[in-house]
């Protein structure tokens, strides 16, 4: 069992990405931040390439009030499940489509940070990081396999 678990430094990215990304989206709730995160973002979805720019024009673009909570609320939550390491598969899968989609209509720093991130969300989801020090080790038999890395 030992030999598949992951590195507790992967453990230790994990529970620093998720702390640092509770911390953020908490803040920028409580700042009122609101559509103007995806509003402010129409000019780098028409210089993105093709599906990226058609996602964001005809999809994001169109709902930006759902999109902004969806991200803010995505980002908190998901942040508490790479922190606390509960339900980490889907959490960094949803987590690095957000900076995925944040990359594409970032530009300078911001865009490495959300490389970054993206990465890091990737990594902890392909690599059971909850399986080491976190809350899917209780959950691993009772959730499904595609939420977990069970195979039970």
């Not at 402010?40 to 005809?58: D, F, H, I």
């Not at 902004?68 to 942040?79: D, E, N, P, R």
């Not at 720093?109 to 399986?131: D, E, I, K, N, T």
Request: aromatic share 10%; hydrophobic share 55%.
């Amino acid at each position: 069992m030992e030999d598949n678990l992951p590195s507790w430094g992967l453990v230790l990215v994990r529970i620093l990405v998720g702390g640092l990304l509770v911390v953020k989206a908490w803040s920028m709730l409580q700042g009122g931040a609101g559509e103007e995160l995806v509003s402010g973002t129409s000019e780098a979805y028409a210089a993105a390439p093709g599906l990226v720019k058609s996602w964001g024009e005809s999809v994001v673009l169109v709902h930006p009030w759902f999109f902004s909570k969806l991200a803010l609320f995505g980002t908190l939550l998901g942040g508490m499940c790479l922190f606390l390491g509960a339900l980490t598969r889907p959490a960094g899968l949803f987590l690095a489509l957000v900076f995925a989609n944040i990359f594409f209509v970032s530009t300078g720093a911001g865009q490495l940070l959300a490389l970054l991130l993206c990465v890091c969300c990737a990594a902890c989801a392909l690599s059971r990081a909850g399986l080491r020090s976190g809350a899917d080790v209780f959950l691993q038999d009772k959730l499904p396999v595609w939420a977990t890395w069970s195979r039970s």
